[in-house]
């Protein structure tokens, strides 16, 4: 996930927030199965996101309560491992689990 940044502060979920655009945030448990199985399928399919689409990683157990910030900001509930489509103070969309899939964030997107 090179193309990813790395989501590590609360002030980065401010920036997003006050940003109109979209961006993906997907939040990922290194201890999970799910978590790992989920992350491969996004790295097959990320191809299928436009390049100038920003996209957050979070690593749930180095950054916890960045994760409980994204849960309060955006009134999602927490999950592991989650995709989340933000648009500004807006998720427009999340998905967890074996949910997760990268064509359905391309429909919401248009």
């Known amino acids: 996930m090179s193309s990813w940044i790395a989501l590590t502060t609360e002030q980065q979920l401010d920036d997003i927030a006050h940003n109109d655009t979209y961006c993906i945030i997907y939040k990922h448990s290194t201890r999970c199965p799910i978590s790992s199985m989920a992350k491969k399928s996004i790295q097959l399919e990320e191809v299928l996101l ?32 989650q995709l ?23 429909k919401q997107i248009g």
């Open 50 to 81: 436009p390049d100038d689409l920003p996209r957050y990683y979070l690593d749930l157990f180095a950054y916890r309560q960045v994760s409980n910030k994204i849960a309060e900001k955006w009134q999602v509930r927490h999950e592991s491992p």
């Open 84 to 106: 989340l489509l933000i648009k500004g103070n807006e998720c427009v969309y999340h998905a967890s689990h074996n949910n997760i899939r990268l064509a359905d964030v391309i």
